[in-house]
């Protein structure tokens, strides 16, 4: 069955300091991955997809098929950045299964 | 144009009553989606549909009923409300075209508190 795993439930970095935020995925077929955040008292939207290869507000995320992995990083935090990041991974019919999300603070 | 609206923001039930949740997008999407949140954990899907007149479960459809009879409307039935729903719903849509762009957009959600 297809799973995301989030590792971390809380991150806390600096202002200026790099971030990582880890996403381990498994799935038999061909993965599509997305990072998904949520600012304070905003609605859940899409930050960037994998296929798209794009940096968004300074982030990327690279899909390492060998690590079944989609980390999301970012070389310089900004305070920002500070929101809950969710990885998913579609599957079937358009459906996304979630991990159970990041929640970032960056320290000032 | 709004995007994906719902409705109630927040509502607090007894155990044992019903309600719905509204959901509306004015996107022209034929994707639309339910979505659970329960606290530390990620949303979990409870059902989704690919058109109007076409619905499935997904992850976690039990204690949940939809129904899709327009393209922008897509009611979440909860009957018989239990503690274990309390949550955070969460709607969604998407194009669903081929080719078409595949991000889900998210309304804002509804608080459920069942007591």
């Known amino acids: 069955a297809q799973r995301v795993t989030q590792p971390e439930k809380l991150l806390s970095v600096f202002k200026g300091a790099p971030v990582e935020l880890k996403c381990n995925y498994s799935y038999s077929g061909s993965p599509e991955l997305f990072w998904y955040v949520q600012y304070s008292r905003q609605r859940l939207q899409l930050l960037l997809r994998?296929?798209s290869r794009e940096s968004i507000k300074g982030f990327t995320a690279d899909l390492n098929k060998g690590e079944t992995s989609f980390h999301l990083k970012k070389p310089f935090a900004q305070e920002e950045d500070s929101a809950m990041y969710y990885c998913?991974?579609?599957?079937?019919?358009?459906?996304?299964?979630f991990g159970q999300g990041t929640r970032l603070t960056i320290n000032p | 144009n709004a995007g994906v609206t719902q409705t109630p923001k927040f509502r607090i039930l007894k155990i044992g009553q019903s309600m719905t949740l509204q959901c509306t997008q004015d996107m022209n999407h034929n994707y639309m989606y339910w979505y659970r949140q329960d606290p530390g954990m990620g949303l979990k899907l409870i059902y989704y549909?690919?058109?109007?007149?076409?619905?499935d479960k997904g992850e976690v459809p039990n204690g949940y009923n939809v129904s899709r009879s327009t393209t922008e409307d897509f009611p979440l039935r909860l009957e018989l409300a239990a503690p274990s729903q309390t949550s955070v719903y969460f709607c969604?849509?998407?194009?669903?075209?081929?080719?078409?762009?595949?991000?889900?957009?998210f309304g804002p959600g509804t608080r459920l508190l069942v007591l």
């Open positions: 998913a991974l579609k599957w079937g019919a358009q459906k996304l299964v």
């Open positions: 549909s690919v058109g109007a007149g076409i619905t």
């Open positions: 994998h296929i």
């Open positions: 969604a849509s998407t194009s669903g075209l081929a080719g078409g762009e595949e991000t889900q957009y």
